[in-house]
Nanobody, 112 residues
Framework: QVRLVESGGGLVQVGGSLRLSCAAS????????MAWYRQAPGKQRELVASLSRGGGTNYKDSVKGRFTISIDNAKNTVFLQMNSLKPEDTAVYYC??????WGQGTQVTVSS
């Protein structure tokens, strides 16, 4: 069982930036695809960004151009760089590996 630990969440003002990290207990090479999901209060969990084994990326329309998913293979860590944050980005963000393994989540709150 792969263990995923997210960090980097917090409170930020509108227009600010945060970088989320997801440290994996196994080599990223073996557990792709990797993805970031988020869940706002009262809403379903939704896919925000994903990274395939071949390196292709996919983003939710509302975050395109603002969020970037990336990997540091040497550190077995996946990142989500979030810029130009909006109040509607407020949610708990979860790291996912292989579609089945989940981290515990990290809270992101964007204040206006």
């Amino acid at each position: 069982q792969v263990r995923l630990v997210e960090s980097g969440g917090g409170l930020v003002q509108v227009g600010g930036s945060l970088r989320l990290s997801c440290a994996a207990s196994a080599s990223i090479f073996g557990i792709t695809p990797m993805a970031w999901y988020r869940q706002a209060p009262g809403k379903q969990r939704e896919l925000v960004a994903s990274l395939s084994r071949g390196g292709g990326t996919n983003y939710k329309d509302s975050v395109k151009g603002r969020f970037t998913i990336s990997i540091d293979n040497a550190k077995n860590t996946v990142f989500l760089q979030m810029n130009s944050l909006k109040p509607e980005d407020t949610a708990v963000y979860y790291c996912n590996a292989m579609g089945t393994c989940w981290g515990q989540g990290t809270q992101v709150t964007v204040s206006s």
